[in-house]
């Protein structure tokens, strides 16, 4: 092999070239992630009633969302929140626990982008389908909190900055 290799330099060169192509082609097919997806089986839902929701209302429409969470049947354990340790009674949580792997068809991503599309019948609870973090920093890529003591001028500026990030979602 190392004589003809030696013999045939253009040869070895041209198919050192066609296998370094072919990879740089096949890596089309090849997922680019940093961290793979997993299939934990869990994921989160959140809800963000408008500023100055009763803790009455905001359980009253969490109510209808962990109705229409439990109706899937890939949904083992669904537990909520409503409120939270700030005092914020406009907001509640579910923690959504999937049956088994072996025992449902969907993998929990797909069942988050079916759950997304459910819950989309609730746009004044502005619900949000995330993945459970377990070490407590959130997944939402920044948080942002504005406080005051005019409630007409937060809900006029949230309105607003809202839109501005709509419109520069970079």
């Known amino acids: 092999i190392l004589g003809w290799t030696i013999a045939h330099p253009l040869t070895v060169v041209l198919v050192a070239f066609g296998v370094f192509a072919g990879s740089l082609y096949l ?18 839902v959140g809800l963000d009633l408008p500023p100055g929701s009763s803790l009455e209302a905001t359980a009253k429409v969490a109510t209808q969302v962990g109705e229409t969470i439990r109706g899937n049947p890939e949904v083992g354990v669904v537990v909520l929140t409503v409120g939270n340790a700030t005092g914020e009674a406009n907001v509640a949580e579910f923690i959504v626990n999937l049956v088994p792997r072996k025992d449902r068809e969907l993998t929990t991503t797909a069942f988050k982008d079916k759950l997304r599309a459910q819950l989309a019948a609730f746009p004044e609870a502005n619900p949000k389908v995330k993945d459970f973090d377990q070490f407590g920093g ?3 890529p920044f948080n942002l909190s504005i406080s005051g003591n005019d409630f ?14 709509k419109t520069h979602p970079s």
């Open 138 to 140: 959130g997944q939402r």
């Open 152 to 165: 007409d001028e937060l809900q006029a500026y949230s309105v607003k900055l809202m839109a501005w990030l």
């Open 27 to 44: 890596t089309r097919f090849v997922p680019k992630t940093f961290l793979p997806t997993s299939d934990l089986g869990e994921c989160v």
